[in-house]
């Protein structure tokens, strides 16, 4: 089965506390982006699209060494809408979809290379990478049914039951979907949402109206789902890559 990755990269970043496009900001001497590129590029995917925005052109520079397809988001109306500046350089592929964020430097290629091995085996619609967290504040939960691999529901944190709020699984927004999945769910959400915007979580609640399956993959590292939204978690970002190459 063919394998593509669509990767976000379109953010400003504004908690990072400068103008610079948020994947440029430099780990160890290196933009962010580009230990996602070179995780996606060892997979060997038929095709790379990676979406940008806030200054579009810096961050297709700093990318061209790399066999990436380009997309704009322009405007910017959330993640939902992101993917779905995918679709035209998707063209006629037809297989699985790697979903990944250019600002979490941090997941192995290996559990990367499961994730996909798990989508398959299971026959799922859709897979999502997991964790457990200590403290899963702030996170949306992942319910499994009967604690199979199978997913009964994603909450969103606000929304959950006091006994939603005891699970400590939760979506690390890494995904792996079947191509004609994705896009005909992207055509059914809306923006009808206090931020105006297109969340691709939202694709979920269709995917499960529809009887899809949803499957999960949980990384015994939690640190690999980390993403960087402040200088504090691009610092820590540096230490854990550090310690892992």
């Not at 798990?118 to 939960?141: C, I, K, M, Q």
């Not at 109206?209 to 610092?235: C, H, P, V, Y």
Request: aromatic share 6%; hydrophobic share 40%; with cysteine.
């Amino acid at each position: 089965m063919p394998l593509a990755i669509i990767i976000m990269a379109a953010g400003k970043g504004t908690r990072m506390k400068s103008d610079l496009a948020k994947v440029l900001h430099e780990a160890n001497g290196k933009p962010v982006i580009e230990y996602v590129l070179e995780k996606s590029s060892a997979l060997g995917p038929q095709k790379i699209v990676l979406i940008i925005g806030h200054q579009a052109e810096k961050v297709r520079e700093a990318t061209e060494k790399f066999p990436v397809d380009w997309a704009i988001q322009n405007p910017q109306l959330g993640t939902g809408h992101a993917i779905m500046q995918a679709e035209q350089a998707l063209g006629l592929f037809q297989g699985d979809i790697l979903i990944l964020s250019g600002d979490a430097p941090l997941v192995n290629i290996s559990t990367l290379r499961q994730l996909v091995e798990s989508h398959r085996t299971e026959n799922a619609g859709a897979t999502v990478l997991t964790a457990e967290l200590d403290d899963p504040a702030g996170y949306g939960r992942i319910i499994r049914h009967n604690n199979s691999s199978s997913v009964a529901r994603i909450v969103e944190h606000k929304d959950a039951s006091p006994g939603e709020l005891m699970t400590r699984e939760i979506n690390s927004g890494v995904y792996v979907f079947r191509k004609d999945l994705l896009f005909s769910s992207l055509k059914k959400i809306t923006n009808n949402n206090a931020q105006q915007e297109y969340y691709l979580t939202d694709v979920f609640s269709i995917c499960f109206e529809q009887g899809e399956k949803i499957s999960a993959f949980k990384t015994a590292n939690a640190d690999e789902i980390k993403g960087i939204n402040t200088l504090e978690q691009l610092r820590e970002a540096e230490k854990l890559l550090k310690e892992s190459s």
